[in-house]
């Protein structure tokens, strides 16, 4: 019957197991000074609702680990390692079937050995395989991103020597066994047979003494480097750091900074690498510089200084020097922005999540730039021009609006329509939240005055807040200035709670996300919808009867906070495929991969830097590659943004902007 015996030719093979568990203790002294390393920072409560984590854990492990669904959006490095990854755990199952059938059923014999060594073979092959496609990309390729350490070289070299001594081991083994007495069994190990072949001729005590060093030196290696991994902390120890990532990632909204206590909190926002969450500082050593976030960056693609590795990568580097300083009984911390990452950097953010999408070990990049900002302006008082004159508008004025939209009125919208407009005592269930920019810029003002017509065709009840309406705070959250945010929050709550309102109906998405996704957080828990989501509903109950479709080719674009942010692409889809269903194109990069419009994280008012290309005008190309007539968005920021680059690129009379509510108002008047 097929066998083979696990500790052929190698006497007092069980020594094998005394130096792994030294290699382990060495892992684990490591490990722990690393643990004691994130816990520089400050609690955080992803420790909790454990319970909770647990299954969404196991989901993310299903899509994203096994079947690397985030890895393949990028073909090549995404196949690239997988088949590392499933070789290696083959390789580990093997080893331990390998141990369990040795030491407690006896062998695996017959039929069953020969389909193991088959697997066994394919799994090794798999890894080797991925190694040299790993090392041609690192290499030779040298895509832009990637950033090469001598640990990256280490790690694969060390890789690579395990798997070829191992089919070397093997293969030896078979050339002084199977290979003359049992020639049908060693075809069974595709990678071993080769090697078993290459040393055919070799005498019998020869191939007894090279298995037998071999053997000694593959396992070796391979406790070197769990060793190496251990006490050098190397990108090997991903294997470890990003499950425990992926497990304490945030389960809350995506962006979502903590709140301060103004009054109380000893620094506002992180001058310190002290100042972030211990699970901030685990997302550092999880960071395997892949530049993945890069690649999405709409601002790094445009030419700004930022790039989300390159930030992460920098703050990792704090941390170190601030635990040399601690080993050292050091007091002084070393200063973050200004050194790296650079105040530059920081402001080029849009806060449009795309890295942390395409991440596929959830690292949370957006809450950091935050705190970073928090601290320029809440303690340091830097800030760009721009932004000053933003966040005192906010201050002076209830919105962000300088020039012209500062001379209207909030309620000036109103005028001349039958509207229910909440006086102080009055109660509505249902109000429609206009929004900073839907109810002051003229062309936004036109979109909400559809937005009217098409509730009050569809027989729904709401109001509005008019004068009293002020700005949710989320551009005053995004540049940093909390402490506005937090005045505006508590504000609009208990405009909401006096009004006793249950339903909020949004039409800009930065408003959805902050009074849907941030105000629980300050006593403010409500209904809250984006239009898009009402009209598809109200739309599939007959409530609102649209022409089979436009004379138009129209194409959408997701804007961030309402696709990536909360997971909003089909309703919009819907509603679209019920007025123009054989005329929408879509673009390369949409739904979960849509590109910025360069509008958000306070960019509406902040100005791009100097000598780069403008993100509104960059995602413009895509929009003329669909050939469409007609450019759609549901958020008033992008509207905005698609109207400058049009008249930027003199289209006006070949290509239009329009707000989705503007398009089922013109289906609504042909039906």
Same mark, same amino acid.
């Given at each position: 019957?097929?066998?083979?015996?696990?500790?052929?030719?190698?006497?007092?093979?069980?020594?094998?197991?005394?130096?792994?568990?030294?290699?382990?203790?060495?892992?684990?002294?490591?490990?722990?000074?690393?643990?004691?390393?994130?816990?520089?920072?400050?609690?955080?409560?992803?420790?909790?609702?454990?319970?909770?984590?647990?299954?969404?854990?196991?989901?993310?492990?299903?899509?994203?680990?096994?079947?690397?669904?985030?890895?393949?959006?990028?073909?090549?490095?995404?196949?690239?390692?997988?088949?590392?990854?499933?070789?290696?755990?083959?390789?580990?199952?093997?080893?331990?079937?390998?141990?369990?059938?040795?030491?407690?059923?006896?062998?695996?014999?017959?039929?069953?050995?020969?389909?193991?060594?088959?697997?066994?073979?394919?799994?090794?092959?798999?890894?080797?395989?991925?190694?040299?496609?790993?090392?041609?990309?690192?290499?030779?390729?040298?895509?832009?991103?990637?950033?090469?350490?001598?640990?990256?070289?280490?790690?694969?070299?060390?890789?690579?020597?395990?798997?070829?001594?191992?089919?070397?081991?093997?293969?030896?083994?078979?050339?002084?066994?199977?290979?003359?007495?049992?020639?049908?069994?060693?075809?069974?190990?595709?990678?071993?047979?080769?090697?078993?072949?290459?040393?055919?001729?070799?005498?019998?005590?020869?191939?007894?003494?090279?298995?037998?060093?071999?053997?000694?030196?593959?396992?070796?290696?391979?406790?070197?480097?769990?060793?190496?991994?251990?006490?050098?902390?190397?990108?090997?120890?991903?294997?470890?750091?990003?499950?425990?990532?992926?497990?304490?990632?945030?389960?809350?909204?995506?962006?979502?900074?903590?709140?301060?206590?103004?009054?109380?909190?000893?620094?506002?926002?992180?001058?310190?690498?002290?100042?972030?969450?211990?699970?901030?500082?685990?997302?550092?050593? $999880? !960071? /395997?510089? =892949?530049?993945? &976030? @890069?690649?999405? %960056? #709409?601002?790094?693609?445009?030419?700004?200084?930022?790039?989300?590795?390159?930030?992460?990568?920098?703050?990792?580097?704090?941390?170190?020097?601030?635990?040399?300083?601690?080993?050292?009984?050091?007091?002084?911390?070393?200063?973050?922005?200004?050194?790296?990452?650079?105040?530059?950097?920081?402001? $080029? !953010? /849009?806060? =449009?999540?795309? &890295? @942390?999408?395409? %991440? #596929?070990?959830?690292?949370?990049?957006?809450?950091?730039?935050?705190?970073?900002?928090?601290?320029?302006?809440?303690?340091?008082?830097?800030?760009?021009?721009?932004?000053?004159?933003?966040?005192?508008?906010?201050?002076?004025?209830?919105?962000?609006?300088?020039?012209?939209?500062?001379?209207?009125?909030?309620?000036?919208?109103?005028?001349?329509?039958?509207?229910?407009?909440?006086?102080?005592?009055?109660?509505?269930?249902?109000?429609?939240?206009?929004?900073?920019?839907?109810?002051?810029?003229?062309?936004?003002?036109?979109?909400?005055?559809?937005?009217?017509?098409?509730?009050?065709?569809?027989?729904?009840?709401?109001?509005?807040?008019?004068?009293?309406?002020?700005?949710?705070?989320?551009?005053?959250?995004?540049?940093?200035?909390?402490?506005?945010?937090?005045?505006?929050?508590?504000?609009?709550?208990?405009?909401?709670?006096?009004?006793?309102?249950?339903?909020?109906?949004?039409?800009?998405?930065?408003?959805?996300?902050?009074?849907?996704?941030?105000?629980?957080?300050?006593?403010?828990?409500?209904?809250?919808?984006?239009?898009?989501?009402?009209?598809?509903?109200?739309?599939?109950?007959?409530?609102?009867?649209?022409?089979?479709?436009?004379?138009?080719?129209?194409?959408?674009?997701?804007?961030?906070?309402?696709?990536?942010?909360?997971?909003?692409?089909?309703?919009?889809?819907?509603?679209?495929?019920?007025?123009?269903?054989?005329?929408?194109?879509?673009?390369?990069?949409?739904?979960?991969?849509?590109?910025?419009?360069?509008?958000?994280?306070?960019?509406?008012?902040?100005?791009?830097?100097?000598?780069?290309?403008?993100?509104?005008?960059?995602?413009?190309?895509?929009?003329?590659?669909?050939?469409?007539?007609?450019?759609?968005?549901?958020?008033?920021?992008?509207?905005?943004?698609?109207?400058?680059?049009?008249?930027?690129?003199?289209?006006?009379?070949?290509?239009?902007?329009?707000?989705?509510?503007?398009?089922?108002?013109?289906?609504?008047?042909?039906?």
């Amino acid at each position: 019957m097929a066998s083979r015996e696990v500790f052929w030719n190698i006497p007092y093979g069980y020594v094998i197991y005394v130096l792994a568990a030294i290699a382990l203790t060495f892992w684990a002294f490591g490990f722990y000074r690393r643990y004691q390393l994130w816990h520089l920072g400050k609690p955080d409560d992803s420790s909790k609702n454990i319970g909770k984590r647990i299954p969404v854990f196991i989901r993310t492990t299903l899509v994203d680990v096994l079947a690397h669904r985030r890895f393949l959006r990028d073909p090549y490095p995404g196949m690239m390692h997988l088949i590392i990854f499933w070789g290696f755990i083959i390789l580990l199952l093997a080893s331990a079937v390998d141990a369990v059938t040795h030491y407690i059923i006896g062998h695996i014999i017959g039929t069953p050995y020969l389909w193991f060594k088959l697997i066994v073979n394919i799994g090794g092959l798999l890894a080797l395989a991925g190694i040299i496609m790993a090392a041609y990309r690192r290499y030779v390729s040298k895509p832009k991103r990637l950033n090469t350490l001598l640990d990256d070289g280490i790690g694969m070299a060390l890789i690579a020597a395990m798997l070829i001594t191992g089919f070397m081991v093997e293969g030896l083994r078979q050339a002084a066994t199977e290979l003359t007495l049992h020639p049908d069994w060693a075809v069974w190990s595709a990678g071993g047979f080769l090697v078993a072949k290459a040393f055919a001729d070799m005498s019998q005590s020869s191939l007894l003494f090279w298995h037998w060093s071999l053997w000694w030196f593959h396992s070796v290696l391979a406790l070197a480097a769990i060793i190496y991994s251990g006490l050098v902390f190397s990108k090997l120890q991903h294997v470890v750091v990003s499950p425990l990532n992926i497990f304490f990632r945030s389960l809350g909204p995506v962006g979502s900074p903590a709140p301060i206590d103004i009054e109380n909190a000893e620094t506002l926002g992180a001058a310190t690498i002290k100042d972030f969450t211990w699970k901030h500082l685990l997302d550092l050593d $999880a !960071c /395997t510089n =892949c530049g993945r &976030c @890069q690649d999405a %960056c #709409p601002a790094w693609a445009t030419g700004k200084p930022l790039s989300p590795r390159k930030v992460v990568q920098d703050l990792k580097v704090h941390m170190l020097k601030a635990a040399n300083n601690q080993a050292n009984q050091s007091d002084s911390a070393p200063t973050l922005v200004g050194e790296a990452p650079s105040e530059a950097e920081i402001w $080029a !953010c /849009t806060t =449009c999540a795309a &890295c @942390q999408e395409t %991440c #596929p070990v959830y690292v949370e990049h957006i809450v950091k730039i935050i705190d970073l900002r928090r601290n320029l302006v809440l303690a340091q008082s830097k800030m760009p021009e721009t932004a000053q004159l933003m966040l005192r508008n906010m201050q002076s004025r209830g919105h962000p609006w300088a020039g012209v939209q500062s001379l209207r009125l909030r309620g000036d919208w109103t005028s001349g329509l039958e509207l229910k407009i909440l006086a102080e005592g009055d109660s509505a269930n249902t109000l429609f939240w206009v929004g900073c920019t839907g109810a002051l810029v003229e062309r936004n003002v036109a979109a909400t005055l559809s937005m009217t017509r098409v509730l009050k065709a569809a027989g729904v009840d709401f109001a509005v807040l008019g004068e009293v309406e002020t700005c949710c705070g989320d551009p005053a959250r995004r540049a940093g200035y909390e402490f506005q945010f937090q005045v505006m929050a508590e504000q609009n709550i208990e405009i909401f709670k006096n009004h006793q309102i249950k339903e909020i109906i949004t039409s800009c998405p930065h408003c959805y996300h902050t009074i849907k996704n941030e105000y629980p957080r300050y006593g403010g828990d409500f209904k809250v919808v984006h239009y898009t989501q009402l009209i598809a509903d109200l739309i599939s109950q007959g409530r609102l009867k649209l022409a089979s479709k436009l004379n138009s080719i129209l194409t959408y674009h997701d804007p961030c906070y309402l696709g990536r942010y909360n997971g909003v692409y089909l309703e919009p889809r819907r509603v679209l495929e019920a007025i123009s269903k054989p005329r929408l194109e879509e673009m390369g990069r949409s739904r979960n991969t849509s590109f910025c419009c360069g509008g958000g994280g306070g960019h509406m008012w902040i100005e791009e830097q100097p000598g780069t290309t403008k993100i509104n005008q960059m995602r413009m190309e895509d929009i003329l590659k669909t050939g469409a007539e007609t450019v759609v968005t549901a958020c008033p920021y992008c509207l905005q943004m698609f109207e400058e680059s049009i008249e930027h690129k003199q289209m006006k009379d070949s290509l239009k902007a329009r707000d989705l509510v503007e398009v089922v108002e013109a289906a609504m008047k042909q039906s």
